[in-house]
């Protein structure tokens, strides 16, 4: 197993802004003027319903051929996009709204080597969660590849509803609940 | 469906080993926002076993130096704190962004939601970001953070801290943690600290004054040292209930 003792996790706290907003790392994955721009919003929210105010949400994902800007991703038949790191932040505001500017990732393989759906992993920090939280979503437009994906195949309808974004004029929505009825699925990760 | 592609459920207080559990009430904060649904478990793809990487991310000059962002001085005991970030093979990681916040000598945070009455110090923000070297090595001067009060319970205070962030090899190995100072007597009173199980996962938070990392006659040195990996790893038999 591991060799080294991990660190082990402590919340972020209502202050998180202070450091991790502002820097090398943006919410636009790609300009809002490149044609294949998404904007990603939605809301956080906590087992009252009540929006999160002091969260941040993070994403992480392929590039629009399904390629991850990363070196473990050794499939070279596939294109590196210049400057597309594929991962983005957003803290939420006093409405617990969050907002991300990105592409659809394309396709990529699973662990047995069918392939997933065109999805985001997501982490979620906040005042109150001693850990990250981690979920993943999906597009509401892709029927066929949802249908077949390996994890929503995993999970039992209402949990499988909780991944799937919704278009929302222009918008792609996709709130996420910490607890409570209709909480989102949450990946241990 | 094959063993290696099962996906099950594991209860967040099996996953207890090191990191805290997501339900702990006596930090209050968590009651409403702890989910309570079994966390699904799914076999690591490649979307799991990368993660962003930032070896040449652009930053400034005096990013990792939080005394030197403004035109004067922040009061309070100058400080290094310095460590390196380790895979969990105890290799180096080099070339990884560590981003850190903190309150200031005060205990104060320069945030709008932070109402203690302390005085905000206009010669210091309380963020810094700096990229491991070769050797994993990372290395920020700053001030001592103060201890602040906050709503929890009855005259609660936090511990000092530093907000530490790190990203490691794999969107598996994300990290956010606080480092502490030794010999802090708020450590027994503290939930936030006492919601990790394990003493001595707790006491890895700690960091060590290093005589060494000290610079005659400027800042004392504090050594803190970050291990990195998957979080995955066989959950317990039974969750802990001490």
Request: net charge negative.
């Amino acid at each position: 197993m591991t060799d080294a003792a991990l660190t082990p996790s402590q919340t972020a706290g209502p202050y998180l802004e202070i450091g991790l907003i502002g820097g090398p790392i943006s919410s636009r994955l790609v300009d809002e003027s490149d044609p294949r721009a998404i904007r990603l919003s939605g809301a956080l929210l906590d087992g009252a319903r009540e929006p999160v105010p002091d969260g941040l949400i993070e994403i992480w994902q392929a590039n629009a051929a399904g390629r991850y800007a990363h070196p473990a991703d050794a499939r070279e038949e596939l294109p590196v996009e210049e400057g597309f790191t594929g991962f983005g932040r957003s803290a939420t505001d006093a409405a617990g709204r969050f907002a991300l500017v990105t592409v659809k990732p394309g396709r990529v393989p699973w662990a047995d080597g069918r392939l997933q759906a065109p999805h985001l992993l997501v982490g979620v920090f906040a005042r109150g969660l001693l850990k990250r939280v981690a979920t993943r979503m999906y597009f509401p437009d892709e029927e066929t590849a949802n249908a077949e994906d390996p994890v929503l195949l995993g999970l039992a309808p209402e949990e499988r509803a909780t991944l799937i974004a919704r278009e929302d004029g222009g918008l792609l929505r996709f709130d996420i609940v910490l607890q409570g009825p209709g909480q989102t699925t949450f990946f241990a990760v | 469906m094959q063993p290696e592609t099962a996906i099950g459920r594991v209860a967040d207080a099996a996953l207890t080993e090191v990191d805290p559990p997501l339900d702990y009430p006596d930090y209050v904060g968590t009651r409403l926002r702890a989910p309570k649904s079994p966390l699904v478990l799914v076999p690591s793809s490649l979307s799991e076993l990368t993660g962003p990487v930032f070896g040449d991310g652009p930053l400034g000059e005096t990013d990792a130096d939080l005394t030197r962002q403004h035109p004067g001085e922040p009061l309070g005991e100058r400080i290094v704190v310095s460590g390196r970030v380790l895979g969990s093979d105890g290799k180096p990681l080099p070339r990884q962004l560590v981003e850190i916040w903190q309150a200031n000598a005060a205990g104060r945070y320069r945030h709008a939601v932070d109402t203690h009455a302390a005085p905000l110090d206009p010669n210091f923000t309380g963020w810094g970001r700096c990229l491991t070297d070769d050797d994993g090595s990372y290395r920020f001067t700053t001030v001592l953070p103060g201890a602040y009060p906050w709503g929890n319970h009855p005259n609660a205070w936090r511990p000092k801290h530093i907000h530490f962030s790190l990203f490691g090899r794999a969107f598996t190995e994300r990290l956010i943690t606080q480092m502490y100072f030794p010999g802090d007597p708020l450590f027994p009173f503290d939930p936030i600290f006492n919601s990790i199980r394990d003493e001595s996962a707790r006491r890895r938070l700690v960091s060590t004054f290093d005589l060494e990392l000290t610079r005659p006659d400027w800042a004392l040195g504090f050594r803190f040292d970050i291990v990195l990996g998957g979080r995955e790893a066989t959950p317990l038999e039974e969750p802990h209930d001490d």
